[in-house]
């Protein structure tokens, strides 16, 4: 274990990441984790622990938590508070933002309120994941600096598309979808 955990801010933000992590064993990325809040070297932590599907090879992570932990918001989708993520690049929030977005249906017509409401939980994430991009911009630059960028995933999408990681066109696209989420909301009837 190495001596400073890193921030899980959210059990949200520690959920998605540990998703997208590989068995170390096998590569398998299925896995159910448990979580627990643990001490380690005398400061609070959260364990996830699960067994990988494939192997059976036990997986543990381990996180420290913030100082103060937030609730996650009624109707919305959190991943932390204002610093941006330790545990996620910037472009790892942008694929998965692309990746959420890929399965909300373009209309919500014929939809019952189930698949409306799930359809909205996706949505409301993608955004959320956007606000994530966002965070690495520093306050006096208009774009996302390239040395936030640290995963394989992350700078392949840079690579490809560095227009996408402006201020103006994330927060344009946020908009965008904040406006279409209305769209989502089940009829109260
Ligand atoms: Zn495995």
Not at 14 to 38: E, K, M
Not at 43 to 62: F, H, K, M, W
Not at 103 to 115: A, F, M, N, S
Request: one cysteine or more; a negative charge; glycine letters at 4%.
């Amino acid at each position: 274990m190495p001596d400073t955990l890193p921030l899980a801010r959210t059990n949200a933000e520690a959920r998605l990441y540990l998703s997208l992590q590989p068995c170390d064993s096998c590569g398998d990325t299925h896995c159910t984790f448990r979580s627990a809040v643990i001490t380690h070297d005398g400061i609070l932590a959260s364990r996830y622990t699960g067994d990988c599907p494939n192997c059976a090879a036990q997986r543990v992570y381990e996180f420290r938590l913030p100082a103060q932990v937030l609730p996650p918001p009624a109707g919305a989708v959190r991943f932390g508070e204002d610093s941006p993520s330790e545990l996620l690049d910037p472009g790892t929030w942008l694929w998965y933002a692309d990746t959420c977005l890929r399965q909300v249906p373009t209309t919500t017509t014929g939809l019952d309120d189930r698949t409306t409401k799930a359809a909205r939980h996706t949505l409301a994430t993608a955004i959320a994941a956007l606000e994530e991009v966002l965070k690495f911009i520093p306050p006096t630059e208009d774009r996302v600096p390239l040395s936030a960028f640290t995963s394989a995933t992350g700078l392949a999408l840079h690579a490809r598309e560095p227009g996408r990681f402006t201020r103006p066109r994330l927060e344009a696209v946020r908009d965008h979808y904040a406006a279409t989420l209305t769209a989502f909301t089940p009829s109260a009837d």
